[in-house]
């Protein structure tokens, strides 16, 4: 079982369960799962939306909510009280039924999805052995509830903001999908917990975490695009676009249900990230041997903050892509690049048995050359003979 | 017959009636996909993990959505009285008592066989490495061609759907015309 | 405990609501929703003859419904298209109004 600390969760629900009365294990211990899992990434939810709020204020130059408790800390509280105590409106014209349903459906699956993340050594609430397609398959659940919440406002900018999530959507599920079959190929395992017990050995000095070899790095870049797209994060959030349709598929909802909708963008965001930890990031690894002390929890919530983190700074600096721009990047660069990643992938796991003086660096040589060349060329030539020249500026006359 | 089979089986046969006789057509799509994923769950109880959230994943995920962006692009989630026949009408009654008729038949000849009595046998413990390995093994050919007919299927899908070149302008006209009449 | 039976008997109802759907609605989308229906109920009959069946170990129902949801699928996508198609010639969804062969 490993040191007490490492396991003290799963010790105080082996604990706890030995109270119950037999016939009602199962319920208790599903409820000992499940009830922290809500609980914990609840929380991280507050923490975020005033980390990112200071984060960007950073950014953008100013303080970001600083009224509320030291430092604007209690703000999340502030906001919570706000959204619950608004008015819920519902438009006349609405779809009332699934206007209701919407809200729930983003957030239930999204719910059910951490049931497969590690977050610890032994610590999977629940360890299928299909759980990487289980994750996609919930995940492809939330595009339908968008769906549902866009429709049902009847209102034109709603539609759009819906269409336009689900199309995004779609076309980045092929790409999120895609970069993670090479860790499934090489891991063996469709299961995350064996994927991330894959990644726990030590070579050369380093982790063999798969962020660490020549398809982990592409692949690790071309997942957090998708990710990003996936969750709707700039620069990919046109769905939501305040700019141009206000709030996307979320204008017609007020209250509580808007809350829900933010919820579920956040835990989703928040999933995806978990699921790029434990597919390329070692899961609860610690990154070096002398650092195994430290509960592997500790080391995915940091790794998970690391996450989070990235995706505020990008929001803090990109700017937001046009929908063709969008599409074309997906299909035309997104999906051969990763189809390329699993070639290189199986390049690398086949030359394991190459015997020579220096075949180490050969290989990576070899994955890494074929990965740039390609890049080097798919990005010329989409980028066709349009230079980037001088900016000009048009005005309406 | 237990609780949960029960649950699941209401789900799945609720959806699939609503999906098939409600007016509004998006309605009809959403319940469709609740149909398939009580089936999804019957999958489960079934202990093919695999091909139950293939299911959730390929329904829910791709063919749902794609029925919806249907329903939305043809402008036929409008209710439209005359998609449902009216009650009495000759072919709505003929439909539904051939179905009937293909319900029957269907439960008296499983109910008359001798081969359904049988509990559930022990479990198969499948899993999907097994199943990775038979594909990659046996099935290989079978794999091969769906690789291909996904391919070829994807093309055509965006051939007959893109506008005609030639017809390019008078599509564009009439699109314009029925959105600005709604 | 479950049978056989009962899991025959709710693929029976399924393929039974499907095809009164497909015979009596007049949306071309919803036929093809219904032959969906039915299809699933083949889907679940394989499921459910593997499970209670001999040589379990050879997967083989499983890979007969793994190949037929890849088949559904590619069945959808081209189905749809034809349907946009079809609708931007006669602007109908109604299969009663797709009655003339003139293009």
């Known amino acids: 079982m490993g040191n007490p600390v490492d396991q003290i969760f799963v010790i105080l629900k082996h604990w706890l369960l030995s109270f119950c009365p037999e016939g009602y294990v199962p319920i208790a211990s599903i409820l000992l799962s499940v009830i922290p899992i809500m609980a914990v ?36 509280i502030a906001d919570g009280v706000k959204m619950l105590t608004k008015e819920d409106i519902v438009p006349r014209a609405a779809d009332q039924v699934i206007h209701f349903l919407a809200p729930f459906a983003l957030i239930g699956p999204v719910y059910i999805a951490y049931s497969v993340l590690p977050v ?85 000095g380093l982790m063999q975490w798969h962020l660490f ?72 690894h610690s990154p070096f041997v002398f650092l195994e002390w430290i509960p592997s929890y500790f080391w995915f919530f940091g ?52 015997l020579f003086p220096g075949v180490y660096l050969t290989r990576w040589a070899l994955c890494l050359g074929i990965l740039c060349a390609a890049y080097v060329w798919l990005g010329r030539s989409l980028a066709g003979n349009r230079s980037v020249g001088k900016r000009v500026y048009r005005f309406a006359d | ?85 009216r009650a009495g009408s000759w072919s709505g009654v003929a439909g539904v008592a051939v179905a009937l008729v293909v319900f029957g038949t269907l439960v008296l000849s499983i109910l008359s066989s001798s081969v359904g009595k049988t509990d559930l046998p022990a479990s198969p413990g499948a899993t999907v490495k097994d199943l990775g390995n038979q594909l990659m093994t046996h099935y290989v050919v079978p794999l091969e061609a769906i690789a291909l007919l996904l391919t070829s299927a994807m093309i055509g899908a965006v051939l007959i759907a893109k506008p005609d070149k030639l017809r390019a302008g008078r599509v564009v006209k009439g699109g314009g015309e029925h959105a600005s009449g709604t | 405990m479950t049978t056989l039976n009962q899991y025959l008997i709710v693929s029976a109802l399924l393929f039974a609501v499907g095809l ?56 959808a996508a081209v189905g749809l298209a034809l349907i946009i198609a079809v609708y931007r010639h006669y602007k109908t969804t109604d299969l009663n109004r797709m009655d003339t062969l003139k293009g």
């Open chain 3, 20 to 75: 009164a759907g497909a015979l009596t609605r007049r949306n071309a989308i919803l036929v093809l929703v219904g032959i969906e229906l039915m299809l699933n109920a083949a889907n679940l009959n394989f499921i459910a003859f593997w499970r209670f069946g001999p040589n379990p170990e050879l997967l083989r129902g499983v890979m007969f419904v793994v190949f037929s949801i890849g088949i559904a699928a590619a069945e």
């Open chain 1, 213 to 284: 070899t020549p398809w982990g790095i592409a692949g690790f870049f071309l997942f957090m695009i998708a990710a990003s797209a996936e969750a709707n994060r700039t620069p990919f959030d046109i769905p939501e676009g305040e700019s141009e349709i206000i709030a996307g598929y979320m204008v017609e909802y007020s209250g509580f249900k808007f809350a829900l909708f933010f919820l579920g963008e956040y835990l989703g965001l928040f999933a995806i990230c978990g699921l790029g930890i434990t597919l390329f990031l070692g899961g609860w």
């Open chain 1, 303 to 354: 790794k998970l903050m690391a996450m989070i983190f990235v995706f505020i700074w990008l929001r803090g600096t990109l700017p937001r892509l046009r929908m063709d721009q969008l599409m074309g990047f997906g299909w035309k660069f997104m999906l051969p690049m990763t189809l390329l990643n699993i070639l290189v992938a199986a390049i690398w796991h086949l030359s394991k048995t190459w």
């Open chain 2, 1 to 85: 017959m237990t609780i949960s089979f029960i649950i699941i089986c209401c789900i799945v046969a609720v959806g699939a009636i609503a999906a098939m006789s409600l007016r509004n057509l998006v309605h009809c799509a959403l319940c469709l996909t609740v149909s398939l994923a009580g089936l999804a769950a019957l999958y489960l109880r079934l202990e093919a993990q695999f091909v139950g959230f293939a299911q959730i994943l390929v329904y829910i995920g791709a063919v749902a959505i794609l029925i919806v962006f249907a329903i939305l692009l043809t402008r036929s989630n409008e209710p439209d009285e005359s998609a449902v026949p």
């Open chain 1, 41 to 76: 990434f609840g929380g991280l939810f507050a923490l975020t939306t005033i980390l990112e709020r200071k984060g960007l204020g950073r950014i953008q130059n100013r303080y970001g909510p600083n009224r509320v408790g030291p430092c604007g800390l209690f703000q999340p």
């Open chain 1, 120 to 204: 610890g050594r032994n610590m999977a609430a629940l360890d299928l052995d299909a759980g990487l397609l289980f994750f996609f398959a919930v995940g492809a659940g939330s595009e339908l509830a968008i769906f549902m919440g866009g429709w049902s406002s009847r209102n034109k900018y709603s539609l759009l903001g819906a269409m336009r999530a689900v199309a995004q959507m779609i076309s980045y599920e092929v790409p999120l999908i895609l970069s993670s079959v090479p860790v499934i190929m090489l891991a063996g395992s469709l299961s995350p917990t064996a994927i991330v017990d894959a990644q726990g050995g030590h070579s050369h």
